[in-house]
């Protein structure tokens, strides 16, 4: 019995070691290969259950009226537990956006492929740096070197179209999907 | 067949367990007869007041989450009531608080002392290397625990962390939602922090018994970093350093219960006090002053993925710390240059800590960056360089020589003596 836990095999039996090896090193790679698909296997429940469960993911989309927002202002919703900026531009706001040049911007996009309609402007109030909510929803709050919204965290500046202009911020705030209902009725998701 | 361990032990229940698992044997070899250098100072003893301070940690965390509730509709109120209603609620909570920071100050003393005295070289890399591991443990439970009372620190302390990950291409926001359990941090977010931060000072405990079982194969470092060279150069643990370390315990802990009883919320932020709002961030988010250092080197690196690298980057440093180093003389009592490097890197770390805590913009983010070149130049650049210049000034030949006189050949006499009056 004891020449089986030599795998060298070259036993006093003369029997064919090498053959003999080669068969046990595949049995023991299957075997263990067979063992690590089925932990991998098993694994998978415990770490997708901690993705977003089914009631997260089912959060639905929510109307947003928007016939009380004047121009100039802007209001905050809330969508899949984020704030989201909706903002009346000014004709002022939307020239500024319109006038970049697009090598100027870190993340280029035209602002008209931003927007739906030009006068409303609809961004997810998400910091694309850390996921800090920008400052610039109010009317006394500081609203950035391009009159857009900026970031208190760690200092991003964004412009009129919600476009990042300055600081650490690599992407612009992102626009959700939304669709309107109505001149004055967006849906949101 | 069966052999039972041969136990010195005279008390005939302690025997009889003894012989069959041999607790008592190895508990009197690790913690009675174990040498410890003679000339230990007192900055070997904030290893026992770390120990300490996790049992504080997980006592008190265990009755609080007894009471805590771990659901962002009612997690902040359950903390108000800890406070003001359950008994001595006020106590284990601020003990619990103000305990996580105390932990870090004996922790961080500790990896400074072992910096300064070479502790992670040859034979230690692998003690070296769990005692970083163990860090990273304690960070990461101490960030979940700061989220568990949901107020606006909580909440987008929380935010900015996990969204760290976020930086990585293509699996980054995939890894963030899968932390999120949702599209924004919630209460799948805070059950699961609470779950975690539970079970990870187990972890730490047991990643703690292999710190401390690798530190029993290659014995205690010492001021002068060199081996003991025989009996005449240690004393055992018991009594000698058992009473050495209790005494720097019970100091420690008179500064801790400064804190927990007339200055509680002296290490905190008035901004937990707001409950969590989503809609709402704090003009000024900042860590607890434990995670100021590497928070001024995130934000020092102009690039997102660049600053969560090299945030990451300043720990895996330590990581790699023992093959950096390229000196074969441990203690910085013998490096003249590199003694006054790692005062610099000490102050480095405090200037950091300091800009971590100020606004990132002006002057501020101009020291933060110059203080984060600094701390990489320190460890890539500098130590492997320096090893090499650098002239050791002479080594005693024994730890006993420099208090003898007469050199190890002298001490070697006392050798077989007994060592009561060494």
Known sequence: MAETTHPSGTGAHGAPGGDDTSRRDFL???????????????????????????DTLALASIEVDLAPVAEGQSITVTWRGKPVFVRHRTAAEIDAAKKVSLGDLRDPAPDDKRVQKAEWLVVLGVCTHLGCVPLGQKPTDPKGEYDGWFCPCHGSHYDTSGRIRKGPAPANLVVPQYAFLSDNRIRLG | ???????????????????????????????????????????????????????????????????????????????ERIMRDVNYGWLLRYVHANGASFFFIAVYLHMFRGLYYGSYKAPREILWIIGVVIFLLMMATAFMGYVLPWGQMSFWGATVITNLFSAFPIVGDPIVTWLWGGFSV???????FFALHFLLPFVILGVVILHTAALHICGSNNPLGIDPKGPQDTVPFNPYITVKDLFAVVCFLIVYAIFVFFMPNYLGHPDNYIPANPLVTPAHIVPEWYFLPFYAILRAIPDKLGGVLAMFGAIAV????????????????????????????????????????????????????????????????????????????????????????????VAAGAHAKPMEKA
């Open chain 1, 28 to 54: 023991y790679l299957a075997t263990g290969a067979v063992g690590a698909v089925g932990v991998a296997a098993a694994a998978w429940p415990f770490i997708d259950s901690m993705n977003p469960a089914a």
């Open chain 2, 1 to 79: 067949m069966a052999q039972a361990h041969a136990s010195n032990f005279k008390n005939p229940v302690v025997k009889w367990i003894d012989s069959r698992l041999p607790v008592f044997t190895m508990l009197h070899h690790e913690y009675n007869e174990y040498p410890m250098p003679k000339n230990v100072n007192y900055l070997w003893a904030f290893g026992a007041i770390a120990g300490i301070m996790l049992v504080i940690m997980i006592a008190t965390g265990l009755v609080l989450a007894m009471q805590y509730a771990a659901n962002t509709a009612i997690a902040f109120d359950s903390v």
């Open chain 2, 318 to 409: 330590l990581v790699i710390l023992p093959w950096l180093d390229t000196s074969k003389v441990r203690s910085c009592k013998f490096r003249p240059i590199y003694r006054q490097f790692f005062w610099v890197l000490a102050l480095d770390a405090l200037v950091l800590g300091y800009a971590g805590a100020m606004p990132a913009e002006g002057n501020w983010l101009l020291i933060a960056r110059i203080g984060t070149a600094y701390y990489f130049f320190h460890f890539l650049i500098l130590l492997p360089i320096l090893g090499k210049l650098e002239r050791p000034s002479p080594m005693p030949a024994s730890i006993s020589e420099p208090v003898l006189k007469g050199g190890g050949r």
């Open chain 2, 186 to 192: 919630d209460n799948p977010t805070l059950n699961r």
